[in-house]
């Protein structure tokens, strides 16, 4: 488009046709999803029976990197602990810091074991464990997501996962020390220079070079998305992340430049995220858009804002607050900003939501980088059934139960009865004979 036009969509909750305007406006869809799969299945076939043959013809066939052995994929310790040691003061500060804020929140969500007995002296419980190895995808190259690598790899360690494995590109021999500096302040374990649906498929299944781990977590492209749909089942995985979203409540009251600059904060991750505000204010609504025309010359990745707010942004009028609330939930989006003058009023009213934001004061970036919740969020609406990352999802839950002799004769009755309605004489004989042994 040219350079001084942008128009972004305007939306009101009056008119009739709004919720057909809004499945549109939320709707995802990818011409490409056919062959990213095909292509991505046969990647993954290929390290499966290949290995780390395999890895080494991908590295070199998309990242330009050709090495001898598979051994020289992964990175030694030194390299992470010199990256560190090069960072800059102010920055190795700030990684620290989040680091800290990171681990003290997730260390509020550990979940611990727990029994009780009844009162014929049956024990039952919950035994929590940690996942055994994890992986995580962290994209490489000219991009540097540091606090990613934070966000997956630290409340795994909280979670007490003794091994997490990292996988990064290096598309041209690239290393960004950024990225390994945050491995070495997160403590990865160990660190392997591949990407795209190989390293997914590597980590996966393992391979000589590579071990296999149980659940694999972090963001990626629509290949690396594609394949952890894939490998679902043979390993876990976090989610399947969608395009980066971004909704906002507004009174009509906060300085417009700093909601224009909250949606371009998740507009220049990609042409395809999507930022969106709610005002019951059509002149707020009119300063935001005019803020944003003056403001999108000065942004270094203008290009990708001004696709992402033409193609999926949006302006939308409701009739009040409350109103604003329902449509947020309908969106059910990844970000939720409430820049209200009483958020914790509206609050009580949002169920389905990756992450609240409170106030004029707290911008999503902020929650991006430091905060202390996660940002590893659900998306395309998946906020309806799903969470954010976190501890939770590197602990497993096993179900403890010990019967006592009395109990094996009143909750054997029980079964006895419930089995042999389902016509399954064998556990309705296991029952049964200890009922006899009891007695």
Known sequence: MPENELHVRRLSTRKAAFDAELDDLTRVTSSRDDEINRTVLEILADVRNRGDLALLEYTRQFDKVSVRGADELELPHAALDDALRSLPGDMRSALEQAASRIRNYHGHQKAE???????????????????????????????????????????????????????????????????????????????????????????????????????????????????????????????????????????????????????????????????????????????????????????????????????????????????????ANRIAPEHLELSVAEPQKLLEQIRHAGAVFLGRHTSEAIGDYCAGPNHVLPTSRTARFSSPLGVYDFQKRTSVIGVSPKGAVTLGRIAVALANGEGLSAHAGAAQYRIGEAK
């Open 113 to 327: 074991s727990w029994q009780y007995s009844d009162t014929d002296g049956t024990v039952l419980g919950q035994r929590i464990t940690p996942v055994d190895r994890v992986g995580i995808y962290v994209p490489g190259g000219k991009a540097a997501y540091p606090s990613s690598v934070l966000m997956n790899a630290i409340p795994a360690k909280v979670a007490g996962v003794p091994e997490v494995i990292m996988v990064v590109p290096t598309p041209g021999g690239e290393r960004n020390p950024l990225v390994l500096a945050a491995a070495a302040i997160a403590r990865v374990d160990r660190v392997f220079t591949i990407g795209g649906a190989q390293a997914v498929g590597a980590l996966a299944y393992g391979t000589a070079s590579v071990p296999r781990v149980d659940k694999i977590v972090g963001p990626g492209n629509a290949y690396v998305a594609a394949a952890k749909r894939q490998v679902f089942g043979t390993v876990g995985i976090d989610m399947i992340a969608g395009p980066s979203e971004i909704l906002v409540i507004c009174d009509g009251l906060t300085d417009p430049d700093w909601i224009a600059m909250d949606l371009f904060s998740q507009a220049e991750h990609d042409e395809m995220a999507q930022s969106i505000l709610l005002s019951p204010d059509p002149a707020f609504l009119d300063r935001v858009a005019a803020s944003i025309m003056r403001l999108i010359p000065g942004m270094p990745r203008q290009e990708i804002i001004r696709a992402s707010l033409a193609a999926r942004g949006a302006l939308i009028e409701v009739r009040n607050l409350a109103e604003a609330c329902e449509v």
